[in-house]
């Protein structure tokens, strides 16, 4: 089971770390990526970060933009984003699955799902 949290209200050029808790397996199995969607459209991948940490895959939308994290004692991974704007308005979900390369964007069917949590850049 996954579990977001932090999402909310944020002005434009502000910052926001969500986050993405796990429960029930072993949690440094997984790659865990972090995908987002608006009303009407598909889920788009945000970034990725491998099992130990060492790697991170970014979106070009998000590239020099934001930080993910993680802390397996934890069973936690963590997205900081910065500057930014009303267009990163969307439900923010993490995704976890067994395949190793965070260069992956799209989601695996047989991987889990967070109920997702929504950030609003607005002023």
């Not at 500057?83 to 989601?107: F, W």
Request: aromatic residues 10%; contains cysteine; charged residues 25%.
């Amino acid at each position: 089971q996954l579990v977001e949290s932090g999402g909310g209200l944020v002005r434009p050029g502000g910052s926001l770390k969500i986050s993405c808790t796990g429960s029930g397996r072993p949690f440094g199995d997984y790659v865990i990526r972090w995908f987002r969607q608006t009303p009407g459209k598909e889920r788009t991948f945000v970034a990725a970060i491998s099992r130990n940490g060492a790697r991170t895959y970014y979106a070009d939308f998000m590239k020099g933009r934001a930080d993910i994290s993680r802390r397996n004692v934890e069973n936690t991974v963590w997205l900081e984003m910065n500057r930014l704007q009303s267009e990163d308005t969307a439900v923010y979900y993490c995704h976890a699955d067994l395949r190793p390369d965070v260069a992956i964007v799209d989601a695996d069917p047989s991987g889990y799902w967070g109920q997702g949590t929504q950030v609003t850049v607005s002023s």
